[in-house]
């Protein structure tokens, strides 16, 4: 697989891409930017792509509805803990591990 593989099968989809020591939101409707990321989000659900979500599944699910049937069809992965940001068979589980892997792959 080379990096012009990667770019074209893998992206990552923050629901707030902005650091923060403590996320608190205090929006009262998404920023315009946002809505850009949730329509990536809809067409990777269309996709039937993997889509791992590792923090903020209540933002999401808000803001992009779908991902609530989305998470039955087995192509939805969350982390055991949403506070470590390692990809690992830990914190995923060795299945969704592997599928994390195998997506990354093809």
């Given amino acids: ?12 989809v923050e629901y707030f891409p902005y ?4 996320f608190d ?10 809505h850009y990321g949730f329509e990536l989000v809809r067409q990777a659900i269309s996709n039937n792509a993997t889509i791992l979500l590792m923090r903020g599944k209540k933002l999401w ?7 609530v ?3 039955k069809s ?8 949403s506070r ?9 589980g060795k299945e969704n591990f592997t599928k994390i892997v195998e997506a990354l792959k093809t």
């Fill in 19 to 22: 650091y923060s020591s403590t």
């Fill in 69 to 71: 049937h989305y998470q």
């Fill in 84 to 92: 470590n940001v390692i990809l690992s068979e830990k914190n995923l």
């Fill in 1 to 12: 697989m080379t990096c012009d593989g990667l770019n074209r099968n893998f992206a990552v």
């Fill in 25 to 34: 939101i205090k929006l009262n409707k998404p920023l315009e930017s946002q």
């Fill in 61 to 67: 699910r808000q803001a992009v509805p779908e991902l």
């Fill in 74 to 81: 087995g192509n939805y992965i969350t982390p055991h803990s």
